[in-house]
């Protein structure tokens, strides 16, 4: 069982910043897909960020130039640092990895970003 466990969430002030973390429990090194996704109430789970093969990034329109997707293979950790917010930033950030045919989720973190 992998588990990914995601911390970093919270409030922040538009115009803000947040750095998101999610550790997994096993070698992301030959991950085919690890990064973020978004949830807002109401909404359905979006693409924010994610990381394909080694270093092949993809992201949302709305957070280019605002947000940076990376990752640390000797600690299996993917981030997301977050600059910039702003209120329809906020949701539920997710984590997935996808890795050796399977689908990785973590349990999400709250993103508040309110004046």
């Known amino acids: 069982q992998v588990l990914l466990v995601e911390s970093g969430g919270g409030l922040a002030q538009p115009g803000g910043s947040l750095r998101l973390s999610c550790a997994a429990s096993t070698s992301i090194f030959s991950a085919n897909v690890m990064g973020w996704y978004r949830q807002a109430p109401g909404n359905e789970r979006e693409t924010v960020a994610i990381?394909?093969?080694?270093?092949?990034?993809n992201y949302a329109d709305s957070v280019k130039g605002r947000f940076t997707v990376s990752r640390d293979n000797a600690k299996n950790t993917v981030y997301l640092q977050m600059n910039s917010l702003k209120p329809e930033d906020t949701a539920v950030y997710f984590c997935?990895?996808?890795?050796?045919?399977?689908?990785?989720w973590g349990q999400g973190t709250q993103v508040t970003v309110s004046s």
């Open positions: 990381i394909r093969g080694g270093s092949m990034t």
């Open positions: 997935r990895l996808a890795l050796g045919g399977n689908d990785y």
